[in-house]
Nanobody, 122 residues
Framework: QVQLVESGGGLVQPGGSLRLSCAAS????????MGWYRQAPGKQRELVAT???????NYADFVKGRFTISRDNAKNTVYLQMNSLKPEDTAVYYC????????????????WGQGTQVTVSS
């Protein structure tokens, strides 16, 4: 089994900052990509940012210049630094990891965290 545990969500005023963390544990041989997605009420889940093991990053247009994704490969942990938060950033944020569980696996599988609520409001 693979578990992803997120932390760092909460309530913040517009213009404020939050840092999300997500640690992967369990049966893990390697992780190719890790990322953050979000889902607001009544909307579909959408990509926020991803980072691969080599460090290449990809961001949704609506967070470019405001959010930064980073990763500690030794700790199987991914972070999302969120600055200049807006009310429209309010959503449940989900961590994702693409995991190869053992040396014998030939494919990577997606695993998800339980989600952490981010609310931006005055």
């Amino acid at each position: 089994q693979v578990q992803l545990v997120e932390s760092g969500g909460g309530l913040v005023q517009p213009g404020g900052s939050l840092r999300l963390s997500c640690a992967a544990s369990g049966s893990i041989f390697s992780i190719s990509a890790m990322g953050w997605y979000r889902q607001a009420p009544g909307k579909q889940r959408e990509l926020v940012a991803t980072i691969v093991s080599g460090g290449s990053r990809n961001y949704a247009d609506f967070v470019k210049g405001r959010f930064t994704i980073s990763r500690d490969n030794a700790k199987n942990t991914v972070y999302l630094q969120m600055n200049s938060l807006k009310p429209e950033d309010t959503a449940v944020y989900y961590c994702n990891a693409r995991v190869r569980r053992t040396i014998y696996d030939t494919v990577y599988r997606d695993y998800w965290g339980q989600g952490t609520q981010v609310t931006v409001s005055s």
